[in-house]
């Protein structure tokens, strides 16, 4: 009885010795956020985002996410691009409209043609008028050569007024042999006078084709460079053009850039560190613990792998 009762004191004292060498539990590794999970079982990503505020950040420190859910978006870049986008379509939209061509050219007026230069009624009555005149020579010869002959017989073989009457004769012959030059010479100068005003008019009509002949290469060098100046714009313009596709291209980009960053596996979000600045933008870093290892990817046994999330889905 007593080697039994010795026995169990002997076994209590070991058990009771071996408890206290016994080393004490090492406190979990697992984050406060995440209770009566083994870090073992989780998967641990690190995605290093790019920010324009912290406003951007739709997450912090001990979020539960879902799968898909949005971490960041970067709303007032956003709306600043998709602005930009909108005034330069604006742009490119007025720089396509069509353009109408140079206005069509006026007609030059036609230069009516002189009548066939005629002096008929002028000749002929210069010509009437020379007969006249000749008419006029004959008879005052014709007169002086009676007065002659009156003159050389005798005086007591004529009245006494025969020479007296034929010399008055012959004074009226001349004054009309005189009235036939001067009407001769009023016709002649007539006839100049119509000629002159016809070489007026021909130099007027002249003047006129060189006027029209000076319009119509004025209109052709107005027609040529008005057709200059459309293609000086039209090649303006498409570079312009390209210059616009240029930068839609890329706010195209940039708004690419700046896609909506979503969670790739539900979990929580374990630590939130902002590294810095970029430039004009933010770096901040987010370590994503997802629920369970079966979430990663197939054929990847990675526990703890970084993901950049720069704006990129």
Not at 89 to 98: E, M, S, T
Not at 114 to 122: I, N, R, V
Not at 176 to 192: D, G, I, S, V, Y
């Amino acid at each position: 009885m007593k080697r039994q009762a010795l026995v169990a004191i002997t076994f209590l004292i070991t058990s009771c010795a071996a408890v206290a060498q016994s080393p004490s539990p090492v406190p979990s590794a697992a984050p406060s956020v995440l209770p009566n999970i083994e870090t073992s079982t989780r998967q641990r990503l690190t995605l290093k985002l790019t920010l324009s505020s912290p406003d951007d950040l739709l997450v912090k420190q001990g979020d539960r996410v879902k799968e898909g859910q949005p971490l960041s978006e970067r709303v007032r870049d956003r709306v600043r691009l998709e602005g930009q986008k909108r005034q330069l379509q604006l742009q490119i939209d007025r720089l396509n409209r069509p353009v109408s061509g140079p206005p069509a050219a006026q007609p030059v007026p036609e230069v009516g043609g002189l009548p066939p230069a005629s002096f008929l009624d002028e000749v002929a009555a210069v010509e009437r008028q020379k007969v006249t005149v000749a008419q006029a020579e004959m008879a005052v010869a014709n007169q002086q050569r009676m007065l002659d002959m009156f003159e050389s017989m005798p005086a007591a073989n004529l009245p006494e007024a025969t020479i007296p009457h034929e010399t008055e004769r012959l004074k009226q012959k001349e004054q009309e042999l005189e009235a036939a030059r001067a009407e001769l010479q009023l016709t002649e100068a007539k006839l100049a006078q119509a000629q002159q005003e016809r070489q007026y008019q021909e130099y007027q009509h002249s003047l006129e084709l060189s006027k029209r002949a000076i319009a119509i290469q004025q209109a052709q060098l107005q027609r040529a460079e008005q057709f200059q100046r459309q293609q000086e714009q039209e090649r303006e313009r498409s570079f312009q053009l390209a210059q616009l596709g240029v930068q839609m291209q890329q706010l195209e980009t940039q708004l690419a850039a700046l896609s909506t960053v979503r969670s790739p596996y539900a979990g929580t979000i374990q630590r939130v560190k902002w590294e810095g600045q970029n430039d004009q933008n933010l770096v901040v870093q987010l370590v994503l613990v997802a629920d369970s290892a079966g979430s990663s990817p197939a054929g990847d046994d990675s526990n703890d792998r970084p993901v950049t999330g720069d704006g990129t889905d």
